[in-house]
């Protein structure tokens, strides 16, 4: 871990410009993820902006019929609330999929959609990694890549978005909130806030430096019964190898994303629209693209039978 | 005390203490985290300083360059200590890559320099600067690629491992039904709570090592070894141990380079070894690539068996004994057993809990039910009527005390194994495809010499002082239990202190000979004690009887505190006579499984061990030694892997994310059983070992549920779902 400077903002628009007035500056909120890679020096901040104390703590009803979650909202408060627990369901078994009981204690809802991928590879720095060092190869393209993504991939980097959070607000539509250090605000769709990689993996989401997230919206209930399965390889303190979230209405018309796929979470119109007919119809259209490699071939048809499984249930 | 014939009736079989459930006498500071771990020990010597260790970035090759200069110019750096700036080490004990020094890289993460700080986090901070050129050789990673040429084994004695018996290759293409599979195990890793750690301290030519360390008497040789200085000025103290599952039989990095480092800053240093280093850095269990041929009779007689194994390590490094067990499970007149060791560039393979058998049993017993399955045959029915009273390679030899049908039977009847669906993939219970899975298990049950000194002080509380550890095993309290047990004292009149080179050598902690040894060297103490008091009061200390704090003989009776204060001590060492037996012990394992018809997600339902391992000391901590291992085994056979970079030579999922160890919610229900034996061979305690019987056997209950529920054989450990997806029913 490189030395680094500390302060800690009293709002929203003062941490972003904090951020923004320094190079190498950076947000950090639960720091669950961001001080674990400070001490592999994955991450070097010379400057850290703690967001504790400027409030955003609090879920409130919108106008629209939805709920404001503040960016500080804690991913246990999250999933244990009444209202989420009752209107957006989905949410909450996400949320509860993942990590464990402490770090969900400590994780917010803002740093939990920017927790960087879980490649093994960009974890080692003495291996070769355009994520973290632009230009250097990729190292997991032809190494051990079972847990890696299959869609939305590209020649430079094969790794995925690791969230359990951000796929349930994918298929709930929600809306990144944001400010920056002129006090401007503007709200990005969840479809548009992760990046696939491209040439440019090292760049994950569109925020700009020094943009600070200072809330995610839920527009108004869907209905339908909510479910999210993650698929593991054991029962706790893993990351998906395939999730998936799903509101599904009682015409079997309904919602679909996955996690564990691709650099964002994966959800496709034209897929989506074929859930009335099923899992295979639907895992054809969404995952038509695929480029898996030997390793992580499977996740295809994990996805399919994952989401089979999710319409049981649903149906039950 | 010399044990030369098997035991008669004696102070041990009165167990008032012994044998009686018994909690840890150190819990309580286990669990208000004040037991002294090895890196906490801040009060032992004064002015401690960090060491933080880098590992190399290639697996093979030489250091070109290195440079320092920025590192030492970081705030807080008082040292540092440089592989190409230091001759290797000599090797102890169990190393096979010397632990530091000289240009050449070995294996990945070996260690290549140590930063010495006034703070931990300066020391990381410096070590990060250090700007290191490689020169990169071209390795072999791949056991697959390497196995075929491999030759025999001869790391176990010198001699080629291979055992005929018989004709093999007749009796087998003569045998009514035959199997012929090949089953792989990956690379594990001990992973063990608490890291490798030292604080190392130099007083003149003598060096203090507080660490983390199972073997304390082999090591203080060891580090005499590596840091070519005399034995006598070593002292090793580790009193308590976060883990050590074999990883921490021999002397590590951790206390080599806090040694170097303390030398080189003039103050005592502090290193462990960081978690994402452990992997690469220190050892490992071995992958295995094993063949079993089995041909048997209509009956299920075993007519002919063979098991082959084959393990790659480090030039110089030993193989992986897999077909230990198959040499003493089942009968059987034509046999052949063999290891080969192949050359690998990998980190250095080792000891983890039952070394060998754990592997050998992931195909040994899976190869059972196979046949058992080709014979239509009830697993457990095929694996009594092979039972066998003598080593099948050996007839002359028998086993000391072997009940392997009772196992066999009573953990049927326990497990309503009658009542288990005999269809492999036909039992389904909505989405879940159930299925029950059994093996049997075998783990020798070694014994070696102990020795202990036992006080008596005046007012009567015993002290025992033995360098015997406790690596989370309980021996604390067993010790305990034998002193209270032969000196005639409650329980919580006894003190024990454990882990300090200055106590008398016992047989430390592995290969499940700890329990019956260091209670062995502790009974002979005690008997020595008996007989001074004795001498003290006038009465034959062997005679008398010593109960409650008090002391009953022929026509009167003394108070303990009478002897005043005394000491004695003592070793247990062991004649030839059991060359004539082989010590084993014996279980069977049984598992239930749920797999997700749709996923394929598994699930284990509940577990059952039934374990023969003789006099069972304290079953409170020998069940716990049993259900880890139980849960050590479900990892083994579902989750844990090291994957193997086959280009760059290293185990890529170097830290507690990637390597995935069971969690408590992957455990639900686990039982066991011992059986009410007595072996008189091993030891007068009559008792074996269980912390690695536990391991050997119940991974294959679990891949035999797994085929059981889903109908599908899966032999390349671990049976995660991507192996066997695509065969599951279609959704
Ligand atoms: C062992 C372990 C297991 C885990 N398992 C799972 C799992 O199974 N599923 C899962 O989904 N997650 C898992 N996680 C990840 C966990 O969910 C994240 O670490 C957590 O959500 C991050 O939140 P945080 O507040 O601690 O973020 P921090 O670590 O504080 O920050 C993360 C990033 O977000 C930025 N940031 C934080 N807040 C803001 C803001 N308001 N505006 C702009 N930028 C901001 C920081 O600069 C940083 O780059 C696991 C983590 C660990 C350590
Ligand atoms: S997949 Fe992406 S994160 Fe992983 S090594 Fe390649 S570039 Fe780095």
């Given at each position: 871990m490189r030395s680094f400077t500390y302060e800690r903002a009293k709002t929203p628009q003062q941490a972003a410009a904090a951020v923004a007035g320094t190079p190498g500056g950076k947000f950090i909120a639960g720091g669950t993820n961001l001080l674990d890679l400070m001490k592999l020096e994955i991450e070097t901040p010379v400057h850290l902006v703690d967001v504790?104390?400027?409030?955003?703590?609090r879920i409130e009803p919108t106008e629209a019929g939805g709920l404001r979650i503040g960016a500080l909202v804690s991913n246990t408060a999250l999933s244990a609330d009444a209202r989420v627990m009752r209107d957006y369901a989905v949410l909450t078994r996400a949320i509860q999929a993942g990590a464990s009981g402490q770090l969900r204690n400590k994780a917010t809802t803002g740093g939990n959609l920017l927790q960087r991928t879980r490649c093994p590879y960009f974890y080692d720095t003495n291996m070769p990694c355009n994520k973290r060092?632009?230009?250097?190869?990729?190292?997991?393209k032809d190494g051990?890549?079972?847990?890696?993504?299959?869609?939305?991939?590209?020649e430079s980097c094969i790794a995925?978005?690791?969230?359990?959070m951000a796929v349930a607000l994918r298929v709930l539509d929600a809306v990144v909130e944001t400010i920056d250090a002129d006090g401007e605000t503007r709200s990005i769709p969840i479809a548009d806030f992760h990046s696939l990689w491209?040439?440019?993996?090292?760049?994950?989401?569109?925020?700009?430096?020094?943009e600070m997230i200072t809330a995610v919206t839920l527009p108004r209930p869907l209905g339908g019964k909510h479910i999210y399965h993650k698929v593991r390889d054991?029962?706790?303190y893993a990351f998906a190898l395939v999730s998936v979230a799903a509101v599904i209405q009682p015409d079997g018309t309904g919602r679909v994303a996955f996690g564990?796929?691709?650099?964002?979470?994966w959800r496709v119109a034209a897929a989506e629209a074929a859930l009335p007919q099923g899992a295979a119809a639907v895992a054809a259209r969404a995952f038509a693209d695929a480029q898996p490699t030997d390793h992580n071939r499977y996740k295809i048809s994990l996805a399919e039978r994952t989401l089979a499984g999710v319409l049981a249930e649903a149906r039950s | 005390m010399e044990y030369n014939a098997p035991a008669g009736?004696?102070?041990?079989?009165?167990a008032k203490v012994v044998g009686k459930p018994t909690r840890r006498i150190d819990g309580p500071l286990k669990t208000t985290g004040t037991a002294p771990y090895a890196y906490e020990?801040?009060?032992?010597?004064?002015g401690q300083v960090y060491g933080y260790v880098l590992g190399a970035?290639?697996?093979?090759?030489?250091?070109a360059a290195m440079d320092v200069s920025a590192a030492r110019a970081m705030?807080?750096?008082l040292a540092i200590v440089t592989a190409p700036d230091t001759k290797p080490v000599g090797k102890g004990?169990?190393?096979?890559?010397?632990?530091f020094g000289g240009?050449?890289?070995?294996?990945?993460?070996?260690?290549?320099a140590l930063v010495v700080a006034e703070t931990f986090e300066q020391a990381r901070a410096a070590s990060s600067v250090i700007r290191v050129e490689y020169e990169r050789q071209k390795g072999a990673f791949d056991l697959a690629s390497a196995a075929p040429g491999a030759p025999l084994?001869?790391?176990?004695?010198?001699?080629?491992d291979q055992v005929r018996t018989g004709d093999f290759e007749a009796a087998y293409h003569a045998a009514y039904v035959q199997l012929d599979e090949r089953y792989t195990t990956p690379d594990e890793s001990h992973?063990?709570?608490?890291?490798h750690a030292s604080i190392a301290a130099w007083e003149g030519e003598k060096l203090t090592l507080w660490t983390s360390n199972q073997m304390i008497a082999w090591n203080k040789g060891s580090v005499g070894d590596i840091l070519d200085?005399?034995?006598?000025n070593v002292r090793l103290d580790s009193p308590?141990?976060?883990?050590?599952?074999?990883?921490?039989l021999f002397v590590r990095a951790d206390a080599v380079l806090a040694a170097l480092g303390a030398k080189a800053a003039g103050r005592p240093v502090k290193v462990m070894l960081q978690r994402p280093l452990i992997y690469n850095n220190t050892t490992h269990r071995p992958a295995s690539i094993q063949r079993l041929r089995i041909g048997a009779g209509?009956?299920?007689?075993?007519s002919a068996i063979a098991h082959e194994g084959w393990s790659g390590n480090l030039p110089g490094g030993s193989g992986e004994n897999t077909v230990q067990q198959t040499r003493q499970l089942y009968a059987g007149d034509h046999r052949l057993t063999a290891n080969y060791l192949a050359t690998l560039d990998l980190p250095e393979g080792n000891a983890m809990r039952a070394p060998g058998e754990a592997s050998g049993h992931m195909a040994l017993e899976v190869a059972m039910d196979e046949l058992a399955e080709k014979l239509d045959m009830c697993p457990v029915e095929l694996r009594i009527v092979n039972d066998?009273?003598?080593?099948?390679?050996?007839?002359?030899?028998?086993?000391?005390?072997?009940?392997l049908v009772r196992c066999l039977r009573e953990g049927a009847e326990r497990f309503g194994w009658?009542?288990?669906?005999?269809?492999?993939?036909?039992l389904r219970d909505g989405r879940w495809l159930i299925g029950m899975g059994m093996a049997a298990g075998y783990r020798n049950g070694p014994v070696g010499k102990s020795a202990a000194r036992v006080k008596l002080d005046r007012r009567g509380r015993v002290t025992v002082e033995t360098d015997m550890t406790d690596i989370g095993t309980g021996s604390y309290t067993i010790i305990a239990q034998t002193a209270a047990e032969v000196m005639g004292?409650?329980?919580?009149q006894v003190t024990v202190r454990l882990g300090?080179?200055?106590?008398p050598a016992s047989a430390?902690?592995?290969?499940?000979?700890g329990a019956a040894s260091s209670t062995a060297g502790v009974y002979a103490a005690c008997v020595n004690l008996r007989r001074a008091i004795g001498e003290k009061l006038g009465f034959d200390g062997d005679a008398a009887t010593f109960d409650n704090s008090r002391i009953a003989v022929d026509g009167g009776s003394f108070a303990?505190?009478?002897?005043?204060a005394l000491s004695a001590t003592g070793e247990m060492t062991y004649g030839d006579?059991?060359?004539?037996y082989s010590v084993g012990t014996f279980a069977s394992h049984f598992c239930e499984i749920a797999v997700d018809?749709?996923?394929g997600e598994s699930f284990i339902r509940r577990m059952l061990s039934v374990c023969d391992?003789?006099?069972?000391?304290n079953p409170v901590s020998a069940r716990s030694q049993v259900i880890g291992a139980m849960a050590m085994s479900v990892g083994a056979t579902l989750t844990e892997e090291l994957a193997?970079?086959?280009?760059?030579?290293?185990?890529?999922?170097?830290d507690m994310a990637g390597y995935e160890v069971p969690v408590?919610?992957?455990?639900p229900h686990q039982e066991v059983v011992f059986l009410d034996t007595l072996d008189p061979?091993?030891?007068?305690?009559k008792a074996k070992g269980v912390g690695e019987l536990g391991i050997c056997g119940p991974t294959a209950a679990v891949a035999n549920a797994l085929y059981n529920a889903t109908g599908i054989r899966v032999r390349?450990?671990?049976?995660?779902l991507d192996k066997y997806l695509d065969r599951l029913p279609a959704v």
């Open positions: 504790q104390d400027v409030g955003l703590d060092d632009p230009g250097a190869g990729c190292a997991a051990y890549s079972r847990q890696l993504g299959v869609i939305g991939i590209s995925t978005y690791p969230g359990d491209g040439d440019t993996p090292h760049i994950e989401n569109v925020l700009a430096d020094g054991r029962r706790s564990g796929m691709a650099p964002k979470p | 009736k004696n102070l041990f079989d009165n020990r801040h009060d032992v010597v004064p970035g290639i697996a093979k090759g030489r250091i705030p807080g750096v004990m169990g190393n096979t890559a010397p632990l240009r050449d890289i070995a294996h990945y993460h070996q260690a290549i084994d001869t790391t176990r004695g010198g001699e080629p992973a063990m709570m608490e890291p200085m005399e034995p006598d308590y141990l976060g883990g050590g599952f074999g990883g921490k209509k009956d299920g007689r075993i066998t009273q003598t080593v099948p390679d050996e007839p002359e030899i028998k086993f000391s005390d072997r009940n009658a009542n288990r669906n005999k269809t492999p993939g036909g004292v409650p329980l919580k300090d080179s200055a106590y430390g902690s592995g290969g499940q000979w303990l505190t009478d002897a005043g006579f059991q060359d004539d018809a749709y996923t391992a003789g006099r069972i000391l193997v970079d086959k280009r760059f030579g290293f185990f890529v999922n170097h408590h919610a992957d455990i061979v091993i030891s007068p305690m390349e450990y671990p049976l995660t």
